[in-house]
């Protein structure tokens, strides 16, 4: 579950952070040409661009991240444990493994 909601999380950068850099070229391309129609074409073509990645691309990174937060207990402490946590394979002095914030209990 952890391997698949990160892989939901980092396809949602890829699509957000590729698509914001692509389409900032193409305007940026289509600006210089001068042409009114290249223009034109360019700014449907990055609308229909927002709403194919940009917007799939948010609702993963955000569904991606506050499943994996959820998960974990949806507290807002620090993502590490003390190291004496994980070299204690769960055994950390926790009332149960639930409660224990180690990776080796999530």
């Known amino acids: 579950m952890y391997t698949t909601l990160k892989f939901l999380h980092l396809l949602g950068v890829v699509l957000l952070v590729g698509n914001i850099i692509v389409t900032?070229?193409?305007k940026t391309l289509a600006d210089r040409?001068?042409?009114p129609a290249t223009v034109a074409f360019a700014q449907r073509t990055v609308a229909l661009a927002?709403?194919?990645?940009?917007?799939?691309?948010?609702?993963?990174v955000l569904i991606g991240g506050w499943?994996?937060?959820a998960r974990r207990g949806g507290g807002?402490?620090?993502?590490?444990?003390?190291s004496t946590a994980c070299r204690t394979g769960g055994r950390s002095g926790a009332a149960s493994p639930r409660s224990c914030r180690c990776s080796c209990c999530i």
């Open 24 to 26: 900032a070229l193409w």
């Open 33 to 35: 040409s001068g042409n």
């Open 50 to 60: 927002d709403w194919v990645f940009t917007l799939p691309g948010v609702l993963l």
């Open 76 to 82: 807002r402490g620090p993502s590490r444990p003390s």
């Open 67 to 69: 499943s994996r937060q």
